[in-house]
């Protein structure tokens, strides 16, 4: 398994970190009708049509080859297909809930998953794509219900498991969610978004001897990247370390001056110091880079009332989480990948 992906460049304002998902990015399940013979998992809506003129089975098996080709037109028109001579079959909602999240229409994608839910409650499949498609909507209380349910019924899957721990980091239920993410530890240790990720559980929760335990790890396995020193110089942010902090971006600007996020906390760490020009300096080299970043406008607008003396601590641990929990939503946004899954494969 790779840990290193490759470093997007910034115009596409996707991510801040550089280590790839490849086990926990949350994929589409691709529910399957009855076969004969077992070959395929089966759905326990009933294909009530299959001795019609209409084959449901016939339609199904079309729709699943076109989806799987990427033609989401012809997929769709399937599916509906099925559903015109089965409208109870909970399979097809589900894949045109797939379709839907393709195209990324989440509203439309979650209320089609809800009715293949009500059809087919068992099937962890569509509770995980329910969970990951309120992830992609920002409601990431909502995701925590489907994605717990899915982890009770496949305690081992580490898609549901670390998009839980995500969706819990971002409502701000720190304990639970080291409690989810520790069990990853053997396998995730080595990826430095994991490590990164369970630390701000971690120190946010006040479990002190687990942030040391983790940032000692980060250190022996991150290498001396410029990515690198970028995540250890957010970790030392979130930490109020503001000193070592400034250490680790500067050297990340040393390395790669143009990795996306960098400026923007260059210039929170600038603020923190005192260093309200450089700040400013920073937030302005931030826009150059992302001029569609909100939060660099406000962070620029918080320095310069900084130097009047109107900034306080409440607003300032406001915008320090809103900048990491925007971090992390890039970071999995970018590496998460919306993909038909085979009937053999376990969603």
Not at 42 to 62: E, H, Y
Not at 158 to 163: D, I
Not at 187 to 206: H, P, Q, W
Request: hydrophobic share 40%.
């Amino acid at each position: 398994m790779p840990m290193r992906a490759r470093f997007l460049n910034s115009h596409n304002l996707v991510w801040v970190l550089t280590i790839s998902l490849p086990l926990i990015a949350a994929r589409p399940a691709c529910a399957t009708p009855v076969a004969e013979g077992g070959a395929e998992p089966q759905s326990t809506s009933s294909l009530a049509g299959a001795n019609q003129r209409m084959d449901p089975q016939a339609w199904f098996a079309k729709g699943q080859t076109a989806l799987q080709s990427g033609d989401l037109h012809a997929a769709e028109a399937a599916f509906r297909q099925v559903l015109a001579a089965d409208p109870r079959a909970g399979s097809a909602y589900a894949n045109l809930g797939v379709i839907a999240m393709r195209r990324k229409d989440w509203d439309h994608a979650i209320m089609l998953l809800q009715k293949a839910k009500k059809l087919e409650p068992k099937m962890a499949g569509i509770r995980l794509n329910i969970g990951l498609v309120e992830y992609r909507r920002g409601n990431y209380a909502a995701a925590i219900a489907p994605l717990a349910s899915v982890l009770r019924d496949q305690p081992d899957s580490q898609q549901a498991r670390y998009l839980l721990g995500l969706c819990q980091v971002f409502t701000k239920k720190f304990a639970e969610a080291v409690k989810v993410l520790e069990p990853l530890w053997p396998e995730k240790s080595g990826d430095v978004l994991y490590l990164y990720l369970i630390d701000i559980a971690a120190v946010e929760s006040g479990q002190k001897e687990l942030d040391e335990k983790i940032l000692s790890r980060m250190i022996a396995v991150g290498g001396g990247t410029p990515e690198f020193h970028l995540i250890m110089g957010k970790a030392f942010l979130n930490r109020y370390e503001v000193g070592e902090a400034k250490a680790e971006l500067e050297c990340a600007a040393e390395g790669n001056p143009d990795l996306p996020f960098l400026h923007l906390n260059l210039g929170i760490t600038y603020m923190r110091s005192g260093e309200h020009e450089r700040a400013e300096a920073e937030f302005r080299r931030d826009i150059a880079l992302e001029p569609d970043l909100a939060d660099n406008y406000e962070q620029l607008g918080c320095s310069i009332r900084a130097c009047k003396g109107t900034r306080t601590r409440k607003n300032h641990s406001a915008r320090r989480w809103t900048g990491m929990r925007r971090a992390l939503e890039h970071t999995w946004a970018s590496q998460s990948s919306i993909r038909n899954r085979s009937s053999h494969n376990r969603p």
